[in-house]
Structure formats: C-alpha cells, structure tokens
T-cell receptor, first 114, second 114 residues
Framework: DTAVSQTPKYLVTQMGNDKSIKCEQN?????MYWYKQDSKKFLKIMFS???????INETVPNRFSPKSPDKAHLNLHINSLELGDSAVYFC?????????????FGPGTRLTVT | AQSVTQPDIHITVSEGASLELRCNYS??????LFWYVQSPGQGLQLLLK??????LVQGIKGFEAEFKRSQSSFNLRKPSVHWSDAAEYFC????????????FGAGTILRVKS
C-alpha cells in the first residue's frame, strides 16, 4: 500500500496556466507538508497543515494556494504559472505530537513550465 | 536562523569501503534529525532518525548515524558500501518549536566505483 501518494507524477504546461497537484496519505498522520525541490536538488518547505489548519506558510507567492479538505489530503493549486515554478514538488506527512515526527514523502510531481 | 550544512557535494568510494557523510546544523531549538536518501527520479526514503536518547542510531540498509551535540553534527556512516547505495543523501533537521518543518542540507551525491 502506498503511504503518501501524489498525482500527477509529471505535469507539463505553459506559462500563465493554472494547475493543481493532489496528495493523499493513508498513514493516519495529522500533519501534511509541501516541499519544493529546485533544479539544484535543494529542498525547501512551502506549507504545512495540521488537521486542516494552515500552520506554516513560508515566503511563497500568493499564486500558490494549498487546500486541505481533510487531514488525509493536501492539494496545491498554482495560478498563472511561471518558468521559475518548474521544480519537483513533494508532499509529506507526519505526526505533530507524541514524539514520532518523522516525515514520509510522496514520490514527487515534476512540474515543467514552458 | 536554522541551517544545515553538508560540506561534501560529491563523494566517491569503492565498493566494500567504508563511508562517512558529514552533516552539521545550526538550530535555535532542541532539534531532531534525519537522513534521507534519494535515487534518481525518485522520492525521499527515510534512512534513520534521531529524537533523543542513545546518540548512535541504526537505520535501514546497514546505515548508522551518531549525534554529537557538542559538535552540532549528525554524520552518517556505513561500514561497507554496496553499488546500490549510489544515490543522493540529505540530512534534515526539525523541531517542534518550529512547527516540525524540516530544514534540509544541500545533499551529498554518493558514487560507488567497482
């Protein structure tokens, strides 16, 4: 069983378009995250949600809007895509309390903006 | 500010040789630490974790890491490297005080020569 899944795995689109990436976890975790991995493989946190509540919102453009319909799902919508948005986006999940904070990552979504 | 440094961008070792990948961190709170491995085109797999207690932790695939608070380090070791260990390795640090977001190092690419 896949613990953290993301769709789609690849996304190729043109500048100015709007796209969404979906993430689901079946680990029973209460916290989910979005990370961005740039072309140099550097990973940086974008957002985190705990039980559908936004906890972390790093300095990310307003064009990026996360949504968490329930604690097992976290989606990322991106408006007006730009060339610089090309990256691999990883979803992750963990527990926020109880001492077991390890994050499990999805397979990633490679976004290419042309 | 929180930061993680992996001083070695690339490391090449012979198959069967021992391995040590370095990780140093700067953090304003009591950290917990992870090592993740990423194969080309894949997601991040958790190798091992340190939260508290015994400073020498064992992980999957024969890896271990030692937490040294006095040196702010969490180096990854393996006594005998296999060709399948070739991948990129990321050290990551988190803390409950910072919302459990992970701060990643820039990664170390491990090459294994036969």
């Amino acid at each position: 069983d896949t613990a953290v899944s993301q769709t789609p795995k690849y996304l190729v689109t043109q500048m100015g378009n709007d796209k969404s990436i979906k993430c689901e976890q079946n680990l029973g975790h209460d916290t989910m995250y979005w990370y961005k991995q740039d072309s140099k493989k550097f990973l940086k946190i974008m957002f985190s949600y705990n039980n559908k509540e936004l906890i972390i919102n790093e300095t990310v453009p307003n064009r990026f809007s996360p949504k968490s319909p329930d604690k097992a799902h976290l989606n990322l919508h991106i408006n007006s895509l730009e060339l610089g948005d090309s990256a691999v986006y990883f979803c992750a999940s963990s527990q926020a309390y109880g001492g077991r904070y390890e994050q499990y990552f999805g397979p990633g979504t490679r976004l290419t903006v042309t | 500010a929180q930061s993680v440094t992996q001083p070695d961008i690339h490391i090449t070792v012979s198959e069967g040789a021992s391995l040590e990948l370095r990780c140093n961190y700067s953090y304003g709170a009591t950290p917990y630490l992870f090592w993740y491995v990423q194969s080309p085109g894949q997601g991040l797999q958790l190798l091992l974790k340190y939260f508290s207690g015994d400073t020498l932790v064992q992980g999957i695939k024969g890896f271990e890491a030692e937490f040294k608070r006095s040196q702010s380090s969490f180096n990854l070791r393996k006594p005998s490297v296999h060709w399948s260990d070739a991948a990129e390795y990321f050290c990551a640090v988190g803390a409950v005080e910072y919302g459990n977001k992970l701060v990643f190092g820039a990664g170390t690419i491990l090459r294994v020569k036969s």
